[in-house]
């Protein structure tokens, strides 16, 4: 396949050069005060958490969100990440949130790369227009694992372009697709090959020039080389992980509400028709014309004439089509799942307005926009909200003479995010027995059981309403919850004594 130049630059910006103004507006939006807001629980804290404690402890192959529970529910691709970053960068928010803004810059760059196949000549409208969407730009301050698979799966579909446009080095090309699906895949698992279905649905519709299937071999083979080693080893070392990552994390998350994620039959509604119509502003109106006009571009693809020039809009209408269906299907929903889906988006605006000889925003419009939206980050750090994790740190510094090692959640959220300014492992453990099974157990261990452990320096949290059956269950196995300054956000914070110990 040859993406033919058809689409020129209709009016160059007269102050900037394109990629310049590509460049800027970018590294504005993924760096300013991206450390100003603290850590925030639960999403944020739990994946920070998981590196710290993998970066602490020196074991990059099981994630564990602390010493004594491992941590499962996705492969190690963003905690490695974030370790990674932290380790070389210092332990803090920017560090942590530099994997998620360095994402969103890779995918602005593979935006324009792949705009140069698809939409010869309207590259940057196609980079600015991922870069200034509204949730692209949102998820870029967000700790996740959803940028960092949208920027591997916009890699590989962007080898697999190469790879029709360079038949000559197409080789080359879908290894690298066939490495960025191991690495997507060691990400989020089977999700992360969503767009094999786009790339071999585009191989039936508009069939390559020549089948190479040494080629396609040799990518299944990098693919399995760079993904199967750490499912293979974590695996042989707990069998019992083969069952849950079948059963839990994709049979069950496909197929049932077990995770409570907008599972009705109308959640797709409230979930994606939001994220993607207001996630796409300032964009959304071009992008829905082109999905109006979609119909007739179907019928026109019949006509031989235009065979070749429609071969983008098949790839793109697969790019967005198809996962999209997968995820309406799937009773497991939430916004940011559909987030890899706005780079076929951002591709789609610049076609379309390329084909209404649309050009690009004024600069004085676009500053406007990218002020709104800094604004908004500014905003948000200073929002005070319970899932700020830097808010709990303060309290508990103001609460006890010394940092604790250890943090233990009594019947309650886990606050995941302490980890990053505490340096302390963090717990959640019940007051009863839990039938949890060993593979990610709601709780870590009993409270009682907790404090037979007879660790130093650990500080306990309780909800109010908890705290009399906190004091009986103490009571009873022969110690004493002490009171640690006052409450906070309806918490309170004790230590634990033994009768033994005087208490």
């Not at 000559?168 to 990400?187: I, K, Y």
């Not at 027995?433 to 059981?449: E, V």
């Not at 269950?473 to 006052?486: C, D, H, L, P, Q």
Request: aromatic share 12%.
């Amino acid at each position: 396949m040859s993406f033919s130049r058809t689409f020129p630059l209709k009016q160059p910006l007269r102050k900037l050069q394109p990629h310049v103004l590509v460049a800027v507006v970018a590294l504005m939006l993924a760096f300013a005060f991206l450390g100003a807001r603290g850590i925030w629980d639960p999403d944020e804290g739990r994946y920070t958490n998981v590196g710290l404690v993998m970066l602490d402890s020196g074991d990059w192959l099981n994630p564990m969100r602390n010493h004594e529970t491992g941590h499962w529910t996705k492969p190690p691709m963003t905690y490695w990440a974030i370790a990674a970053s932290v380790g070389t960068f210092g332990r803090n928010e920017w560090a942590a949130r530099l994997p998620s803004a360095l994402s969103y810059l890779a995918c602005v760059w593979l935006v324009w790369l792949i705009a140069r196949r698809l939409v010869p000549g309207e590259e940057p409208m196609a980079a600015l227009a991922f870069a200034t969407m509204l949730l692209p730009f949102g998820a870029s301050q967000f700790i996740s694992t959803d940028f960092l698979l949208a920027a591997l799966q916009a890699l590989a579909v962007w080898a697999y372009i190469e790879s029709r446009a360079q038949s000559s080095q197409s080789g080359r090309w879908l290894l690298l697709a066939g490495a960025a699906f191991g690495m997507a895949f060691l990400t989020k698992g089977p999700p992360g090959l969503l767009p094999v279905l786009v790339i071999l649905a585009h191989r039936t519709l508009v069939p390559p020039r020549e089948s190479k299937p040494l080629h396609v071999l040799g990518a299944i083979a990098v693919f399995v080389v760079v993904a199967a080693p750490w499912f293979v080893a974590v695996i042989h070392a707990q069998p019992d992980l083969l069952g849950y990552f079948l059963g839990e994390e994709v049979v069950d998350r496909f197929a049932s509400d077990d995770f409570n994620r907008n599972g009705q039959w109308y959640g797709w509604i409230v979930v994606y028709l939001p994220a993607i119509v207001l996630g796409t502003m300032p964009w959304t109106r071009s992008a829905l014309r082109w999905i109006c006009g979609l119909p007739r571009e179907v019928m026109s693809w019949r006509d031989h004439s235009r065979r070749k020039e429609a071969e983008a809009d098949v790839l793109l209408a697969a790019w967005l089509i198809l996962p999209l269906v997968i995820f309406c299907v799937a009773r497991s929903r939430m916004p940011l799942y559909v987030l890899p889906l706005f780079v076929p988006i951002a591709l789609i605006v610049a076609r379309w307005r390329a084909r209404s000889n649309l050009p690009i925003p004024s600069l004085r419009m676009l500053s406007i926009w990218v002020v709104v939206l800094i604004g908004l980050k500014f905003s948000s750090s200073l929002w005070s909200t319970h899932k700020d994790a830097s808010e709990w740190a303060k309290a508990i510094e103001a609460r006890v003479p010394s940092p604790p090692s250890e943090v233990v959640f009594v019947e309650d959220m886990a606050r995941y995010g302490l980890n990053l300014y505490l340096s302390a492992q963090v717990e959640k453990v019940s007051l009863a027995d839990s039938s949890d099974g060993p593979i990610n157990p709601q709780f870590d261990s009993t409270f009682l059981s907790e404090l037979h452990e007879r660790e130093r320096d650990v500080l306990y949290v309780a909800k109010k309403g908890r705290w009399t059956e906190v004091e009986r269950v103490a009571k009873e196995g022969g110690f004493s919850a002490v009171r640690v300054g006052s409450p906070y956000r309806g918490r309170i914070f004790f230590s634990v004594t033994h009768e033994s110990d005087g208490g």
